[in-house]
């Protein structure tokens, strides 16, 4: 029997079918695009996400907020009331600072609650790596283990959840200050295409930039086979944002190299999609521990 809930956020990505499968809440952030305001609904309530790439291809831009105090206070309530603790996986700390709202605002909760406890956890990561942890949190959870121990296993190996990215376009990450605007037309002039890693420190940066979009495609599928653990019993989860043959090429490609167990694809959430554009893609796998370290 459980004593305690995961809960994470909109950048985690995680699909209907796991959360129902594993018993997984979160949290909604929010955007606005082509002046409208949205909840960053996992299931694309309100817009489908064919329809916010193509308003990005036309030079929309997406704007994002955080997690909402009013569910913090009515989703983290919800279960202190069952009696059960809360371990909410929030997206690294680096990147957004709904984590400092959820602690903020679960130190208030708690005084409603004695004896009850809420942990707010830096998962140092964004995406479906950020997705990945929160469904090994709530595999532990189902088993019994508490919420000490399940904090303790994820400390130990939270950087053995990654991310890699490759984006169709440098000017959404201009956009989003992720790099300098000579970086982004020197990249877009000649068509440079960097490989984009979630570092130990919880930052995104280019540590590797290659040429064409084949070639950056085929980096991340030599990265997955160099680093995936145990491939023959691995997750591994592919998100691409308007561009699923391309996706299906690494899936296919992953396939043929490792053979890897369990392969799944879906589309980049709003939230992510934001900084880094249409026709991105990302794949996310627990394997070898991530060392490197960006630029602050």
């Given at each position: 029997m459980?004593?305690?809930?995961v809960?994470t956020?909109s950048t985690s990505d995680?699909q209907?079918?796991?959360?129902d499968?594993?018993d997984?809440d979160?949290?909604?952030?929010?955007?606005?695009?082509?002046e409208?305001?949205y909840?960053?609904?996992?299931?694309w309530?309100?817009?489908?996400?064919?329809d916010y790439y193509?308003a990005?291809r036309?030079?929309?831009?997406?704007i994002t907020?955080?997690?909402k105090?009013?569910?913090?206070?009515?989703?983290?309530t919800?279960y202190?009331?069952?009696?059960?603790d809360?371990?909410?996986?929030?997206?690294?700390?680096?990147?957004?600072?709904?984590?400092?709202t959820?602690?903020s605002?679960g130190?208030?909760?708690?005084?409603?609650?004695?004896?009850?406890?809420?942990?707010c956890?830096?998962?140092?990561?964004?995406n479906?790596?950020e997705?990945y942890?929160?469904?090994k949190?709530?595999?532990?959870a189902n088993?019994?283990?508490t919420?000490?121990?399940?904090?303790?296993?994820?400390e130990?190996n939270?950087?053995?959840f990654?991310?890699?990215?490759?984006v169709?376009?440098?000017?959404?990450?201009?956009?989003?200050?992720?790099?300098k605007?000579?970086?982004?037309f020197?990249?877009?002039l000649?068509g440079v295409k960097p490989?984009?890693?979630g570092?130990a420190?919880?930052n995104?940066?280019?540590?590797?930039?290659?040429?064409?979009r084949?070639?950056?495609l085929?980096?991340?599928?030599?990265?997955i086979v160099?680093?995936i653990?145990?491939?023959a019993e691995?997750?591994?989860?592919?998100?691409?944002?308007?561009?699923?043959?391309?996706?299906?090429y690494i899936?296919?490609a992953?396939k043929?190299?490792?053979?890897?167990?369990n392969?799944?694809?879906s589309v980049l959430g709003?939230i992510i999609?934001?900084t880094?554009?249409?026709d991105?893609i990302?794949v996310?796998?627990?394997g070898e521990?991530?060392t490197?370290v960006?630029?602050?």
């Open positions: 459980k004593t305690f809930q809960i956020d995680v209907l079918k796991f959360r499968e594993l997984i979160y949290l909604k952030m929010v955007f606005t695009i082509d409208k305001n909840d960053a609904d996992l299931e309530g309100g817009i489908n996400s064919k193509d990005m036309k030079g929309k831009r997406s907020g955080l997690i105090a009013e569910e913090v206070e009515t989703k983290f919800k202190l009331e069952k009696g059960l809360v371990l909410y996986i929030a997206c690294s700390g680096k990147l957004s600072s709904s984590i400092n959820a602690k605002y130190e208030e909760i708690l005084e409603k609650f004695p004896g009850r406890k809420i942990v956890f830096d998962s140092l990561r964004s479906y790596a997705g942890m929160a469904m949190a709530a595999e532990l088993e019994g283990k919420l000490e121990e399940t904090v303790a296993w994820l130990e939270k950087l053995k990654q991310t890699y990215a490759t169709g376009s440098l000017e959404w990450l201009k956009k989003a200050g992720r790099v605007a000579s970086t982004a020197f990249g877009n000649i490989i984009i890693l570092d420190n919880g995104n940066y280019s540590y590797k930039k290659v040429k064409g084949k070639t950056s085929d980096e991340l599928v030599n990265t160099e680093r653990e145990n491939p691995a997750d591994l989860f592919i998100e691409h944002a308007d561009c699923e043959q391309d996706a299906k899936a296919d992953v043929a190299k490792a053979n890897v167990k392969i799944n694809i709003p999609g934001a880094t554009g249409p991105t990302t996310n796998f627990y521990k991530v490197l960006g630029e602050e």
